[in-house]
């Protein structure tokens, strides 16, 4: 079975970093282009940032860019989003999503597989 797991949230202080991690098992990651979107209380769902296959395209939300940095390791069949310099309104559950595409996009819609989810939290 294709399944998606994210992992590395949790609760850091404004100016802090995490890195998020989604794991990919039951296929291999290398043929799916990637895209990590948040989705905070009250709001929707929203393109953080993707990738292609190889990584030699990468997306950025407007919001984002210059602090975020997607990443992929198809070896470990892994992809990373390294998140610096924080904002409270980076507050969200993050998702990862894969799709067998390999032009990524930052629409929700355009991807197949979606893990389930990890929580930021951002505050002092």
């Known amino acids: 079975q294709l399944q998606l797991v994210e992992s590395g949230g949790g609760l850091v202080q404004p100016g802090g970093s995490l890195r998020l991690s989604c794991v990919a098992s039951g296929f291999r990651l290398a043929y799916y282009a990637i895209g990590w979107f948040r989705q905070a209380p009250g709001k929707e769902r929203e393109g953080v940032s993707c990738?292609?296959?190889?990584?030699?395209?990468?997306n950025y939300a407007d919001s984002v860019k210059g602090r975020f940095t997607i990443s992929r390791d198809n070896a470990k069949n892994t992809v990373y989003l390294q998140m610096n310099s924080l904002k409270p309104e980076d507050t969200a559950v993050y998702y990862c999503a894969a799709d067998t595409r390999n032009v990524p996009t930052m629409d929700f819609r355009d991807y197949d597989y979606w893990g389930q989810g990890t929580q930021v939290t951002v505050s002092s």
């Open positions: 990738i292609s296959r190889a990584g030699g395209t990468r």
